[in-house]
C-alpha cells in the first residue's frame, strides 16, 4: 500500500513538473506573441496617423470646393443654400400597405342560376 | 531545577526501620522522574508539531490564496505599460467641433551627416545638391571635409527625399525619425492654430512646441501623455469656417479692402464657431513675424483678437440698450436730433441731417450720432463706464488664444461729458470685433453675459444678468428694423430675421492725431435669426471701398453689410437653421367685408 502511495506520488509529481514546464514555456510564447503584437499596434497606429492625415488633407474644403467646380458638369454641386431644406409633409413617401386581414368576413359567392 | 534525590536518606533509615527494601524506594522515585521527562518530551513534541502544521497551512494557505486571486481576476497583459508609451504621438491632436482633424502629427524624418564616418564627400555633397536644389555644394563640402564630426543637413525631408539620399549609399549621411506638425487643410482658421516649430532637437526626436495661437495656448495639455492621445476638441466647424473665410476673401477682394474680419459666435454659450482674419498665412509653414512697419499689416495678425479699432456707430446700441434698461426712454421716445449738436468746442453731427426729432428706435435705426449722444447724457459717464465694463468691454477677452490677454481695449483716461458722448456712438474708445460679438450675444441672447470660447463646451451655466429679458426683444426687435428699413438694408436674408447695426469709423492716423479722410472700418454686427437668437456675426472690413456707384461708398452699409448677408445665406443652412417665415409684426385677423 505504501509504496503504491509513493508511486502515485512519484507520478503526480512529475506529472505537475511537465505540465508548469509546459505552462512556462507557453507563458513565454504569449509574452513574446504579444510584444509582437504591441510593435504591431504601434505601426498600424503611425500608418492609421498617416492615413488620418492624408484623409483630412484630401478632404480639405479648398480642394473638395474645387473637385466640385471640375466636375460641375457632371455633378451640378452647389453650396448649400436655403431654399434646399424641404418639408417632411413634401416628400413623396409610397403608399403603405394595405393592412393584414385579421377579421375575415364570411362571404360566400353566389351565382345567379336563374339567369 | 532542584534536583530530588533517588534515595532520600530519611525515607530510607525510615524503610530500614521498617524492614523494607529501601531500593524499593529508589525505583519507585525513577519512575516517578521517569514520567515526568516523557511528559515533557511529549509536550515539546506536540508544540512543535503545532507550531510546524500552522506554518504549513498558512504557506498553503498564501499558495491557494493566489491562485484564487489568479483565477479570479481578468487576465492583463503583464508588459503593457512599457510599451504603450510609445504608441501614442508625441503632441495631441486638435481637432473641430465634428471630430474633423484641423492639425494632427506626420512622422517624418531628418537629414544628418557625421562627416567622420563619410566614404565620399565630394560625392555626397554633389549629389545632396542635386537632391536638394537649396544647398550650396561647396558649403557642404566645406562642412563635410572639415573638423565637424557632426551636422544637420535637412529638418525635415519627405519619403520620397529620403530614399534619393539613401541611393547615393553615403554611410556618413544618416537620418533621424521626426514628427512633424501637419495643418491638413492649410491656411484654414489659421489665426485660432497658430503653428507649431520644433523646440529642443536631439538625433532621434525632437519636441513640437506651439509657437501661437490655440497651440501655444494648450502646449502643456496637448504634450501631456496622461491625455492619452486624447484631441483637442474646438469649437470651430470647419465646413463653416471654410464657408465664412471664402465669402469673406470674396468680400473682401470685391470691396477692395486690405484686411477683413470675421466672427461667427454661439449667442447663448460663447462658442466661436468660425473665426477669420484675412490677410492669413499657412501655418504649416509659418511667416516669421515681421521685424519693421506695422504689425496690423502682418499676414500674422489676428484681428479679430488683436485688432483694436473704433467701431463706430455698433456702439450705439449699447447706450440705447442702458437706457432702456433703466427706464430712461422706451422705444418710442422721441430724442431731440437737431444738429449740429455743439458742447464747447466740440460738434457732433449726423451722416445726414434727420430732422428735429426722432425715436429711439429710430435713432439706431438711421444711425444718429446727435440722439445717441443725448441718451448717453441721460445715462451719465459713471454709468455708462459700468454698463461697458459689465459688457467686458474694458478688459481683454478672455478667449483661449496666447493673443488675447495682450488686446486690451484703448479707453480714454478721463471721462468728461464729451467722452460719454463720443464714446456712445464708438468713437474715443478701441476694441477688438470679438469684443464687438461677444457683447453683442451678450444683449440679445436674452440679457445674460456669455465668455467667448473656442472649445466646445457641453453645458454652459448662464453668465451673470446685464439686462432684463425683456429690453433684450426690444433690442433684437430694434436690430430687425435697422436691417429692414434702416442703414443695414442690405443685409436682409429672406428666411433668416437678420437683425443687426451697422458702424462706419473713420481710422485714426498713423501719427495719432486726427482721423483718416477717406479711410474707415466698416463694421457690421449682426444676429439672426431675431425671434429666436442663435448666432451673432460680426464682419469688419478694412479700407473698403465700394465703387460700383459714381462716387466711391465706403459706409458699412455698402461694403460689410452684403458681405455679411452672403456669409449668413451660406452658412445658416451649414448650421443647421431651417429659413421660416417671419411673423409680421402687426399681423392679425382683419374683418373684411365685401
Given at each position: 500500500m505504501?509504496?503504491?502511495?509513493?508511486i502515485?506520488?512519484?507520478?503526480?509529481?512529475?506529472?505537475?513538473?511537465?505540465?508548469?514546464?509546459?505552462?512556462?514555456?507557453?507563458?513565454?510564447?504569449?509574452?513574446?506573441?504579444?510584444?509582437?503584437?504591441?510593435?504591431?499596434?504601434?505601426?498600424l497606429?503611425?500608418?492609421?496617423?498617416?492615413?488620418?492625415?492624408?484623409?483630412?488633407y484630401l478632404?480639405?474644403?479648398?480642394?473638395?470646393?474645387?473637385?466640385?467646380?471640375?466636375?460641375?458638369?457632371?455633378?451640378?454641386?452647389?453650396?448649400?443654400?436655403?431654399?434646399?431644406?424641404?418639408?417632411?409633409?413634401?416628400?413623396?413617401?409610397?403608399?403603405?400597405?394595405?393592412?393584414?386581414?385579421?377579421?375575415?368576413?364570411?362571404?360566400?359567392?353566389?351565382?345567379?342560376?336563374?339567369? | 531545577?532542584?534536583?530530588?534525590?533517588?534515595?532520600?536518606?530519611a525515607?530510607?533509615?525510615?524503610?530500614?526501620?521498617?524492614?523494607e527494601?529501601?531500593d524499593?524506594?529508589?525505583?519507585?522515585n525513577?519512575?516517578?522522574?521517569?514520567?515526568?521527562?516523557?511528559?515533557?518530551?511529549?509536550?515539546?513534541a506536540e508544540?512543535?508539531?503545532?507550531?510546524l502544521?500552522?506554518?504549513?497551512?498558512?504557506?498553503?494557505?498564501?499558495v491557494?490564496?493566489?491562485?484564487?486571486?489568479?483565477a479570479?481576476?481578468?487576465?492583463?497583459?503583464?508588459?503593457?505599460?512599457?510599451?504603450?508609451?510609445?504608441?501614442?504621438?508625441?503632441?495631441?491632436?486638435?481637432?473641430?467641433?465634428?471630430?474633423?482633424?484641423?492639425?494632427?502629427?506626420?512622422?517624418?524624418?531628418?537629414?544628418?551627416?557625421?562627416?567622420?564616418?563619410?566614404v565620399?564627400?565630394?560625392?555626397?555633397?554633389?549629389?545632396?545638391?542635386?537632391?536638394?536644389?537649396?544647398?550650396?555644394?561647396?558649403?557642404?563640402?566645406?562642412?563635410f571635409?572639415?573638423?565637424?564630426?557632426?551636422?544637420?543637413?535637412?529638418?525635415r525631408?519627405?519619403?520620397?527625399?529620403?530614399?534619393?539620399?539613401?541611393?547615393?549609399?553615403?554611410?556618413?549621411?544618416?537620418?533621424?525619425?521626426?514628427?512633424?506638425?501637419?495643418?491638413?487643410?492649410?491656411?484654414?482658421?489659421?489665426?485660432?492654430?497658430?503653428?507649431?516649430?520644433?523646440?529642443r532637437?536631439?538625433?532621434?526626436?525632437a519636441?513640437?512646441?506651439?509657437?501661437?495661437?490655440?497651440?501655444?495656448?494648450?502646449?502643456?495639455?496637448?504634450?501631456?501623455?496622461?491625455?492619452?492621445?486624447?484631441?483637442?476638441?474646438?469649437?470651430?466647424?470647419?465646413?463653416?469656417?471654410?464657408?465664412?473665410?471664402?465669402?469673406?476673401?470674396?468680400?473682401?477682394?470685391?470691396?477692395?479692402?486690405?484686411g477683413?474680419?470675421?466672427?461667427?459666435?454661439?449667442?447663448?454659450?460663447?462658442?466661436i464657431?468660425?473665426?477669420?482674419?484675412?490677410?492669413?498665412?499657412?501655418?504649416?509653414?509659418?511667416?516669421?513675424?515681421?521685424?519693421?512697419?506695422?504689425?496690423?499689416?502682418?499676414?500674422?495678425?489676428?484681428?479679430?483678437?488683436?485688432?483694436?479699432?473704433?467701431?463706430?456707430?455698433?456702439?450705439?446700441?449699447f447706450?440705447?440698450?442702458?437706457?432702456?434698461?433703466?427706464?430712461?426712454?422706451?422705444?418710442?421716445?422721441?430724442?431731440?436730433t437737431?444738429?449740429?449738436?455743439?458742447?464747447?468746442?466740440?460738434?457732433?453731427?449726423?451722416?445726414?441731417?434727420?430732422?428735429?426729432?426722432?425715436?429711439?428706435?429710430?435713432v439706431?435705426?438711421?444711425?444718429?450720432?446727435?440722439?445717441?449722444?443725448?441718451?448717453?447724457?441721460?445715462?451719465?459717464?459713471?454709468?455708462?463706464?459700468?454698463?461697458?465694463?459689465?459688457?467686458?468691454?474694458?478688459?481683454?477677452?478672455?478667449?483661449?488664444?496666447v493673443?488675447?490677454?495682450?488686446?486690451?481695449?484703448?479707453?480714454?483716461?478721463?471721462?468728461?461729458?464729451?467722452?460719454t458722448?463720443?464714446?456712445?456712438y464708438?468713437?474715443?474708445i478701441?476694441?477688438?470685433?470679438?469684443?464687438l460679438?461677444?457683447?453683442?450675444?451678450?444683449?440679445?441672447?436674452?440679457?445674460?453675459?456669455?465668455?467667448?470660447?473656442?472649445?466646445?463646451?457641453?453645458?454652459?451655466?448662464?453668465?451673470?444678468?446685464?439686462i432684463?429679458e425683456?429690453?433684450?426683444?426690444i433690442?433684437?426687435?430694434?436690430?430687425?428694423?435697422?436691417?429692414?428699413?434702416?442703414?443695414?438694408?442690405?443685409?436682409?436674408?429672406?428666411?433668416?430675421?437678420?437683425?443687426?447695426?451697422?458702424?462706419?469709423?473713420?481710422?485714426?492716423?498713423?501719427?495719432?492725431?486726427?482721423?483718416?479722410?477717406?479711410?474707415?472700418?466698416?463694421?457690421?454686427?449682426?444676429?439672426?435669426?431675431?425671434?429666436?437668437?442663435k448666432y451673432?456675426?460680426?464682419?469688419?472690413?478694412?479700407?473698403?471701398?465700394?465703387?460700383?456707384?459714381?462716387?466711391?461708398?465706403?459706409?458699412a452699409?455698402?461694403?460689410?453689410?452684403?458681405?455679411?448677408?452672403?456669409i449668413?445665406?451660406?452658412?445658416?443652412?451649414?448650421?443647421?437653421?431651417?429659413p421660416?417665415?417671419?411673423?409680421?409684426?402687426?399681423?392679425?385677423?382683419?374683418?373684411?367685408?365685401?
Open positions: 505504501r509504496i503504491l502511495f509513493a502515485f506520488t512519484i507520478i503526480s509529481v512529475m506529472a505537475l513538473a511537465f505540465w508548469a514546464y509546459r505552462e512556462n514555456y507557453r507563458t513565454q510564447a504569449e509574452l513574446s506573441e504579444m510584444r509582437e503584437l504591441q510593435a504591431e499596434i504601434g505601426q497606429n503611425e500608418s492609421l496617423a498617416v492615413l488620418r492625415a492624408e484623409w483630412a478632404n480639405r474644403p479648398d480642394r473638395l470646393r474645387e473637385l466640385a467646380d471640375i466636375n460641375f458638369a457632371r455633378l451640378g454641386l452647389l453650396p448649400l443654400d436655403p431654399r434646399q431644406f424641404g418639408r417632411v409633409a413634401d416628400v413623396g413617401y409610397p403608399a403603405p400597405d394595405l393592412p393584414p386581414i385579421t377579421k375575415p368576413v364570411d362571404t360566400v359567392a353566389t351565382q345567379d342560376l336563374t339567369q | 531545577m532542584t534536583r530530588t534525590p533517588l534515595r532520600p536518606l525515607r530510607i533509615l525510615a524503610a530500614r526501620a521498617k524492614g527494601n529501601p524499593a524506594i529508589e525505583r519507585e525513577i519512575r516517578l522522574r521517569h514520567e515526568q521527562m516523557r511528559d515533557k518530551a511529549r509536550m515539546r508544540s512543535r508539531l503545532l507550531i502544521s500552522v506554518a504549513f497551512v498558512m504557506g498553503f494557505g498564501l491557494g490564496a493566489r491562485m484564487a486571486s489568479l479570479a481576476s481578468e487576465p492583463s497583459e503583464p508588459q503593457v505599460a512599457s510599451h504603450g508609451a510609445g504608441i501614442v504621438a508625441q503632441r495631441a491632436d486638435i481637432v473641430d467641433r465634428r471630430g474633423r482633424i484641423l492639425a494632427t502629427n506626420l512622422l517624418t524624418h531628418s537629414l544628418y551627416a557625421q562627416p567622420p564616418l563619410m565620399d564627400p565630394q560625392r555626397a555633397a554633389h549629389e545632396l545638391a542635386a537632391i536638394f536644389p537649396d544647398l550650396d555644394e561647396d558649403r557642404l563640402l566645406k562642412d571635409t572639415g573638423k565637424r564630426k557632426f551636422l544637420w543637413i535637412k529638418r525631408i519627405s519619403p520620397e527625399q529620403m530614399q534619393a539620399v539613401h541611393e547615393i549609399g553615403e554611410p556618413g549621411l544618416l537620418f533621424g525619425p521626426r514628427e512633424m506638425r501637419l495643418y491638413p487643410n492649410g491656411p484654414l482658421a489659421a489665426h485660432v492654430l497658430g503653428g507649431a516649430g520644433f523646440g532637437e536631439g538625433v532621434r526626436a519636441e513640437i512646441v506651439g509657437r501661437a495661437g490655440v497651440e501655444k495656448t494648450f502646449d502643456a495639455w496637448l504634450r501631456d501623455p496622461a491625455n492619452a492621445g486624447k484631441p483637442l476638441q474646438l469649437s470651430l466647424d470647419l465646413t463653416v469656417q471654410a464657408t465664412v473665410e471664402e465669402v469673406l476673401d470674396a468680400g473682401m477682394k470685391l470691396m477692395n479692402a486690405k477683413a474680419t470675421a466672427i461667427l459666435m454661439d449667442a447663448h454659450n460663447g462658442e464657431v468660425a473665426m477669420a482674419s484675412l490677410p492669413d498665412f499657412d501655418p504649416n509653414d509659418r511667416p516669421s513675424p515681421p521685424v519693421s512697419g506695422d504689425p496690423s499689416d502682418s499676414p500674422l495678425f489676428n484681428r479679430a483678437v488683436q485688432g483694436l479699432y473704433e467701431l463706430g456707430s455698433t456702439f450705439k446700441l447706450a440705447i440698450a442702458q437706457a432702456v434698461d433703466m427706464g430712461l426712454v422706451n422705444p418710442d421716445t422721441m430724442i431731440d437737431k444738429g449740429p449738436l455743439v458742447w464747447g468746442r466740440f460738434k457732433i453731427r449726423d451722416f445726414h441731417n434727420y430732422g428735429p426729432q426722432l425715436s429711439v428706435t429710430d439706431l435705426v438711421k444711425s444718429s450720432n446727435i440722439g445717441t449722444a443725448r441718451i448717453a447724457l441721460q445715462i451719465g459717464a459713471v454709468k455708462q463706464q459700468e454698463f461697458l465694463r459689465a459688457l467686458g468691454m474694458f478688459d481683454p477677452t478672455p478667449v483661449e488664444l493673443e488675447a490677454p495682450g488686446a486690451k481695449p484703448l479707453r480714454p483716461e478721463k471721462w468728461p461729458e464729451i467722452t458722448m463720443t464714446v456712445s464708438g468713437h474715443g478701441a476694441a477688438s470685433p470679438l469684443h460679438a461677444a457683447a453683442y450675444a451678450s444683449l440679445v441672447n436674452g440679457g445674460t453675459r456669455i465668455t467667448p470660447t473656442l472649445l466646445r463646451r457641453d453645458h454652459v451655466e448662464p453668465g451673470p444678468r446685464i432684463s425683456r429690453t433684450s426683444a433690442l433684437r426687435d430694434m436690430l430687425r428694423q435697422v436691417v429692414a428699413r434702416g442703414t443695414a438694408s442690405f443685409g436682409d436674408v429672406p428666411g433668416y430675421s437678420v437683425g443687426g447695426k451697422t458702424g462706419t469709423a473713420d481710422k485714426p492716423l498713423r501719427t495719432g492725431k486726427g482721423y483718416a479722410k477717406d479711410k474707415v472700418i466698416a463694421t457690421f454686427a449682426s444676429v439672426f435669426p431675431t425671434t429666436d437668437p451673432v456675426l460680426v464682419v469688419s472690413l478694412d479700407e473698403p471701398v465700394e465703387t460700383s456707384g459714381a462716387e466711391p461708398r465706403r459706409t452699409g455698402w461694403t460689410a453689410v452684403p458681405v455679411a448677408a452672403e449668413i445665406r451660406r452658412t445658416a443652412p451649414l448650421l443647421g437653421l431651417r421660416e417665415l417671419e411673423p409680421v409684426a402687426d399681423a392679425g385677423v382683419i374683418r373684411v367685408r365685401n
